[in-house]
């Protein structure tokens, strides 16, 4: 044999992972036999690994199948068996981007995130997504629905009624899950807008469904640390949801649906040289990473997520150009912060942490652990449990550290890890410290 012409093994190596192309309208995509074949090719790699067992409930759930089959094997698992593992997995990526040592260039290319999207498309092409699941991931609907005069009111009243939620979880949501707070006058109808002659950054904030009918202050904080520094700020207003949740119920097309209405809304701002800006990192990284990967073809969606920045990515930027304003007047004392697991694949590095620690007198304790939640996984009555659990480590070390304050730019990890350390405080927004530091009024 001729040694010269082995491939020589990656495992191991030090080049970044590789994601491919989600080759979603592939008929054999939604084949099932050919699904399972590599459903069964993955499972026996991570079988044999277990470096990803700590990461969430998908690979305690695989193992535990393997380990109580009659032949302690892959194969001793039934197909069907297989659903649970899929619907543990809210696409976090955490596996294919800290752990896996098997991701491409590997020859053995496991990208298992993918391959539980696959599942939940196959799982959706059947009609077996429940409808209680449909409703959680309409968040368009649900904020036109409750984001109303009165109607907000009423809402938030009855989700913080025990007798009420005892109701709600025979729909299947959580008696002690925190529920959003929906508001009456959203981001959108705050109007902001910012003109500046002084800064070559122009930015459009993309209010994200979340922040636009449940927490809009975290918008205008971001707005008015925007304004403080000069930057001329324009706000999206006939935009929809960037398609994550449906994205985890596997709707591929509906996610698709979803892109296209917000390009055109998106590409007028790219093409006059704006950057846009959201302040969740999902929201983000669907415009940066999944959607291209979903959609490589759309020149548009290309153009429009290279002008797409997490807050902290854009405000590092400013800082490396020397025009960040680094006039802070209020110390923030010790914050602990999470890492929201969007942002950490983003692969730009601990820039929220680096930010805040620009303003005197703080320190930043930032523990890179899931929170569990995954804006619906948290919810729901199945699994609610199973993500306070997930959230057990970062509440032990924020108690340990002893905080002023706690974060994350997740606003619905943070109010999961809320709910996770007792309801002993509410969190900060990282921009709203940020905003705070400064000493901006309201």
């Not at 990284?285 to 920045?309: A, G, H, I, T």
């Not at 025009?323 to 110390?331: A, C, G, H, R, S």
């Amino acid at each position: 044999m001729d040694n010269a012409n082995l491939k020589p093994s990656l495992e191991g190596g030090l080049e970044k992972p590789t994601r491919h192309i989600i080759d979603w309208k592939n008929p054999d995509f939604l084949n099932e036999e050919k699904y399972e074949e590599e459903l069964r090719r993955v499972a026996d790699a991570c079988h044999g690994c277990r470096r990803c067992v700590s990461l969430c409930n998908s690979f305690p759930t695989l193992f535990d199948l393997i380990d109580e089959s009659e032949t302690f094997e892959v194969d001793g698992v039934s197909y069907n068996d297989f659903d649970s593992v899929v619907d543990h997995c809210y696409l976090c990526d955490l596996c294919f981007m800290t752990k896996c040592p098997y991701v491409p260039p590997h020859e053995w290319e496991i990208d298992f995130p993918h391959l539980m999207l696959r599942g939940k498309a196959i799982k959706n092409s059947k009609k077996k997504i429940s409808f209680r699941d449909k409703v959680l991931a309409s968040t368009d609907m649900l904020g036109k629905m409750f984001s109303r005069y009165f109607v907000s009111t009423f809402v938030n009243f009855f989700n913080n009624n025990k007798v009420f939620r005892k109701l709600l979880e025979k729909f299947g949501v959580h008696r002690n899950a925190k529920l959003p707070k929906f508001v009456s006058k959203t981001a959108k109808q705050l109007n902001l807008t910012n003109q500046s002659n002084t800064s070559k950054f122009k930015v459009a904030i993309f209010t994200t469904c979340y922040h636009n009918f449940n927490e809009p202050g975290v918008i205008k904080d971001f707005y008015d640390i925007l304004k403080h520094n000069d930057v001329t700020v324009e706000m999206i207003t006939d935009d929809n949801c960037c398609g994550m949740p449906k994205l985890e119920l596997g709707n591929i097309e509906e996610v698709g649906k979803m892109m296209e209405k917000n390009l055109p809304k998106f590409k007028k701002f790219t093409d006059l040289g704006y950057l846009i800006i959201a302040p969740i990192p999902s929201c983000v990284l669907m415009y940066k990473q999944e959607l291209p990967l979903l959609f490589p073809d759309n020149q548009d969606l290309l153009k429009v997520s290279k002008s797409f920045r997490d807050p902290f990515e854009f405000l590092n930027m400013l800082n490396n150009e020397g025009i960040l304003k680094t006039d802070f007047n209020t110390e923030l004392g010790n914050i602990s912060y999470q890492v929201a697991c969007h942002q950490r694949v983003q692969n730009f590095g601990m820039l929220t942490k680096k930010i805040l620690e620009l303003v005197p007198g703080t320190t930043v304790n930032a523990i890179e652990r899931c929170s569990g939640h995954d804006g619906t996984y948290g919810v729901k009555l199945e699994t609610h449990d199973i993500a306070i659990k997930i959230a057990r480590p970062i509440t032990k070390s924020f108690k340990d550290a002893n905080f002023d304050s706690f974060t994350s730019d997740c606003s619905l990890a943070a109010h999961h890890i809320e709910n996770s350390l007792g309801n002993i405080q509410e969190p900060e927004h990282p921009i709203s410290l940020i905003k705070k530091a400064y000493g901006i009024r309201a």
